[in-house]
């Protein structure tokens, strides 16, 4: 029994060690030495204002949102799982 299981974890610890092996170099992304450093690109996304206005001022389009049956199916997996929890 404990054969089999060191037999297993080192076959595991192989597998994952070379899947590792396989993988590519990761790299930072290279700064511009012209540009501040506070200016950063998540920054200057946050910044930007869309095609519709600024980040919150999203317009809400009505034929996205959930009918009459998916407010019915949502609302009766709610009460499902409440009853299988408290009476399973």
């Known amino acids: 029994m ?7 974890g080192a076959a595991l610890v192989l597998m994952f060690g070379g899947l590792a092996g396989f993988s590519g170099d990761a790299y930072a992304q ?10 950063t690109n998540d920054k200057a996304i946050a910044s930007k204002e869309g095609v519709s206005g600024s980040l919150g001022s999203k317009k809400i389009d009505a ?26």
Do not use: Q
């Open 63 to 88: 034929e996205k949102l959930p009918g009459k049956l998916e407010m019915g199916f949502a609302f009766g997996s709610v009460v499902a799982m409440i009853a299988a929890i408290k009476y399973l």
């Open 30 to 39: 290279k700064t511009d030495p012209s540009k501040k450093a506070a200016t």
């Open 2 to 8: 404990k054969r089999n299981r060191l037999l297993f």
